[in-house]
């Protein structure tokens, strides 16, 4: 009778840390060589969240102000922080990762955990593999920090506090002289312990079980298991993102516009069943036409809202496929969603629906010409400064905002500021105004205006300002304001 052994090899886990994100990321499409930081508003404060190696070669740190650090490097460049597109890069990384292992999670915000168990001799062993990944990144302008051990925990901690590797069975040799906060602890547990004179999780293996938890409580002892590996710890690897796509092979070539629009009618329900099973709606349509030559033409759709509604996205695509050159013909179409967009079932009036479906395909016909990001609409902001009291923002990707209310009435135009001749507290009776001699009929007013105190704005250097709406004589209808501190007239704006 013969023995039948198994082998089942030790579970190895490299935790992949990016310090560096945020801010290599954003340097990637704009380089510079000086230092950089990339900023976000936290605690009422606009602070540095990521710098990149000439940030902090010139003395910069987290969780600085901004003000600090221009004061301390005035030559700083700044970048604001986008979370969604890191985490979109991250994402694309963990996909990317999956050629060293089937096995990769993100981990946090700026790092991936990839379990090797069983994959390392593909890539000629354990260093040949790290060498490999860091020199790939290294390539692309990220910085990286490596840990390899048994448990997941090991790794985040060799990754994070003393980059390296800890050799199969050798966890706790490699995690004695590291700090406790490598154990993923709550900041005041690791201050707690750092005040009790525990600074290294050597120190902390060498108490005794009951003591640590009665003392500490069990998260402490979790998380310390969790790194030895006397406690499990799940990895659960990246969800394959469902792929909005389909395709259509002709059995004989076409060129006619109405025959390739046919075609997209037939292909057109079937990615929007798709989308609808999953709630998504598609921000991006490409077309894809292949040619019996080989070569291929697209036509790329850029829609204003998210859509799944194939009787309307189908007329959008009429002036792209006019311009398709379909050469000797095409024997294959490919349709499919390269951005997407959750569109959850809601339940709208058929007016509503109307009106929202109406502008966003007048904004789609438009953007697909002149480009999305150039129709744009105006938004109301919280300040009662004229120049501040609006936002431009892209049509495509904001809402409007039914909440328009001011107290006074606001010209139609507003442009900067052109000096007129005046005396007094009073408007003039008559005075020139681009080449125009204005006469007063009517005036309203003063509407008084102080600057916002808590920014800096030159144009509001001079104090308060008097506001008076002007109806001429000659048919005009200014804005008109005098200040005070600075005696002097001016036109801010036009009525209609």
Not at 39 to 53: D, G, I, K, P, S
Not at 95 to 122: E, F, K, M, N
């Amino acid at each position: 009778m013969m023995n039948t052994l198994t082998f089942t090899p030790e579970k190895r886990v490299i935790s992949l840390w990016l310090p560096r994100l945020a801010s290599e990321r954003y340097l990637r499409r704009f380089p510079s060589d000086g230092p950089f930081a990339i900023t976000a508003q936290e605690a009422n404060a606009n602070r540095v969240v990521c710098l990149n190696a000439a940030g902090e070669q010139a003395g910069l740190s987290r969780g600085m102000g901004l003000s600090d650090a221009r004061a301390l490097c005035p030559d700083l460049r700044t970048g604001i922080r986008d979370e969604h597109g890191d985490a979109r890069f991250l994402l694309g990384l963990a996909r990317w990762a999956q050629r060293y292992c089937p096995w990769v999670a993100r981990d946090g915000a700026d790092g991936l955990l990839l379990d090797i168990t069983g994959s390392a001799h593909l890539m000629g062993g354990e260093t040949a593999l790290l060498a490999d990944l860091r020199a790939r990144l290294s390539r692309v302008g990220m910085t990286t920090r490596l840990g390899l051990a048994d448990t997941r925990g090991a790794a985040w901690a060799l990754a994070r506090y003393g980059e390296g590797v800890a050799p199969v069975g050798g966890t706790s040799a490699a995690l004695v002289a590291l700090p406790v906060a490598g154990l993923r602890l709550d900041p005041k547990e690791v201050v707690t312990l750092q005040r009790l004179g525990l600074k290294t999780i050597g120190q902390l293996m060498d108490l005794p079980r009951a003591t640590l938890g009665q003392r500490f409580g069990g998260g402490v002892l979790m998380r310390l298991d969790q790194a030895l590996g006397d406690q499990g710890e799940a990895l659960s690897p990246e969800g394959q993102a469902p792929h909005f796509a389909t395709r259509l092979t002709l059995p004989e070539p076409i060129g006619l516009t109405a025959d390739v629009m046919a075609g997209l009618e037939r292909l057109l329900p079937q990615l929007c069943d798709r989308l609808a099973r999953y709630e998504m709606g598609a921000r991006r349509m490409v077309l894809i036409c292949r040619r019996v030559d080989r070569g291929a033409q697209e036509v790329d759709l850029r829609l204003a809202r998210p859509m799944r509604d194939p009787h309307r996205i189908l007329p959008l695509f009429e002036r792209g496929v006019g311009e398709l050159d379909a050469g000797f013909g095409i024997d294959q179409m490919r349709l499919l969603a390269r951005e997407v967009e959750a569109l959850p079932t809601e339940q709208l009036t058929r007016l509503q629906e109307s009106r929202q479906d109406g502008v966003a395909d007048l904004v789609t016909r438009l953007g697909n010409r002149v480009g999305l990001e150039n129709i744009r609409r105006f938004l109301p902001a919280d300040s009662h400064i004229p120049e501040r009291s609006f936002l431009v923002a892209p049509a495509a990707w904001s809402a409007p905002d039914p909440g328009w209310s001011v107290s006074h009435p606001r010209p139609l135009q507003l442009f900067p500021p052109e000096p007129i001749a005046g005396q007094g507290a009073t408007p003039p009776i008559r005075f020139r105004w681009r080449r125009m001699a204005l006469s007063v009929a009517r005036a309203t007013g003063p509407e008084r205006i102080a600057p916002e105190w808590w920014l800096e704005d030159e144009a509001w250097q001079r104090g308060v300002r008097d506001y008076w709406r002007i109806e001429t004589r000659q048919g005009r209808r200014l804005w008109l304001y005098h200040t005070p501190q600075n005696p002097g007239w001016f036109v801010q704006g036009a009525f209609a």
